[in-house]
């Protein structure tokens, strides 16, 4: 063993120099990884940043676009036609107010579907859902039609919430219990509410057997939601629950969890969060959202009954004002104003220039396309780089 006293030999090691000392005040160099791209600059950067709004933007401009070519090859002129479509919507009173009472339950759908979309579930049983809240409020309409105006039309909002959030939960137990999609489940509950509520309003215990057609008994004068000028009692509701929503995503802990949950379940559940209980909770916010829509059309619109297409194609229009909106519940806001207006001008392309008002919903499915084909491409691409990955994988083995 060496001596530790004994100064070094002629063989023995150097000791090893001080290292240098490190300015830690200057900034390290920053190494571009090999074969990583920089970043977009310029248009296309501007584009890539804001592609929650370009995207959004560009699908309506070119579904308007496709639109146009379509009224040409009927023989009509586009131009004229779309100005006559939102001129009726927006400049005159009745088309404002029809404007207004549509874009009240389509905010609302919209939003029941933006949640779940959170969480990563696609809700499209809004239709659904909105008919069994609409349904409730009829039946309590009817059978409680001696309460005072103002405690019947909080009574029936309650009842038509709960029925709604009850219906998506149906989605969600079957989801969290057995494993059933829920595209598939949320489409069954639709054909079940359809054949349910069309029993209840053609003979069952819900028809007015005064009428002659099948429809539910009238609301009662005193619960009737009439507007005020321009303004549907329920656009304020609905816009204040907009901004709940988002803040809830935004700044709660729940909506935290609900984001966490649909980013990466396995990562939340490593977390400690319970996905059964998002998927549940998402679920159920939406179906009392979508049974909320069912309940001002029964009791602000007129006749304020409940007759079968009294919900027409809100549902589904709700997921195209989510997919518009890109998920952001503040963004149904304008979305559900567009849709609201192109249904309420709808009527005046048929009575004026003869155009089928089916043009927009043709308008419509175009622009639930063309948004989402960024989507479809990340999926193709995804798909692509995962086969490549297990080409070279097996090549490699």
């Avoid at 940043?49 to 146009?68: E, N, S, T």
């Avoid at 309650?158 to 959030?165: D, F, I, P, T």
């Avoid at 029964?298 to 009954?305: A, E, G, M, S, W």
């Avoid at 519940?329 to 009527?347: C, W």
Wanted: glycine share 12%; aromatic share 6%.
């Amino acid at each position: 063993m060496a001596d530790p006293d004994r100064p070094p030999g002629k063989d023995a090691p150097a000791p090893a120099a001080d290292p240098a000392p490190v300015d830690t005040t200057k900034a390290a160099p920053v190494v571009a990884e090999r074969g990583a791209a920089p970043p977009p600059t310029g248009v296309l950067g501007f584009l890539v940043r804001h592609q929650a709004i370009v995207v959004p933007i560009i699908a309506v401009v070119l579904a308007f676009v496709i639109g146009a070519i379509l009224i040409r090859a009927q023989g009509f002129n586009p131009t004229y036609a779309y100005q006559r479509l939102f001129t009726r919507s927006f400049l005159t009173h009745d088309g404002l107010l029809a404007t207004m009472q549509k874009t009240t339950p389509l905010i609302l759908v919209g939003l029941a579907v933006a949640i779940p979309l959170k969480v990563g579930l696609f809700n499209i049983g809004g239709q659904g859902q909105l008919m069994a809240g609409g349904i409730g409020a009829a039946w309590v309409a009817y059978a409680l039609r001696d309460l005072p105006g103002p405690l019947l039309v909080i009574v029936a909002i309650v009842v038509g919430v709960l029925l709604g959030a009850m219906w998506a939960s149906i989605a969600a137990l079957l989801k969290t219990t057995r494993g059933v999609h829920e595209v598939i489940s949320t489409i069954m509950l639709n054909s079940i509410a359809v054949g349910l509520i069309d029993w209840l309003i053609n003979g069952g215990p819900l028809a007015d057997k005064g009428q002659p057609f099948p429809t539910s008994h009238s609301v009662p004068e005193g619960a009737r939601l009439t507007p005020l000028g321009i303004l549907p009692w329920g656009l304020p509701v609905a816009l204040i629950l907009a901004v709940l929503v988002a803040w809830m995503l935004k700044r709660t802990t729940l909506g935290f969890e609900l984001q966490t949950v649909g980013r990466n379940k396995f990562a939340a559940g490593y977390a400690g969060i319970s996905t059964t209980k998002s998927t549940l909770i998402a679920m159920a916010i939406s179906g009392g959202l979508a049974g909320l829509a069912g309940v001002f059309e029964l009791l602000q619109i007129d006749p304020y009954r409940y007759q079968n297409g009294i919900a027409g194609s809100l549902g589904f229009d709700g997921i195209t004002i989510a997919l518009l909106a890109r998920g952001n519940p503040l963004g149904t806001i304008p979305a559900a104003i567009l849709v609201g207006a192109m249904r309420a001008g709808a009527p005046s392309l048929q009575f004026e220039l003869g155009i089928r008002p089916e043009i927009v919903d043709v308008l419509l499915a175009i622009t639930l396309l063309m948004v989402s084909l960024p989507v479809i491409a990340k999926w193709i691409f995804r798909r692509h780089a995962t086969k490549q990955t297990q080409l070279a994988g097996s090549w490699g083995a």
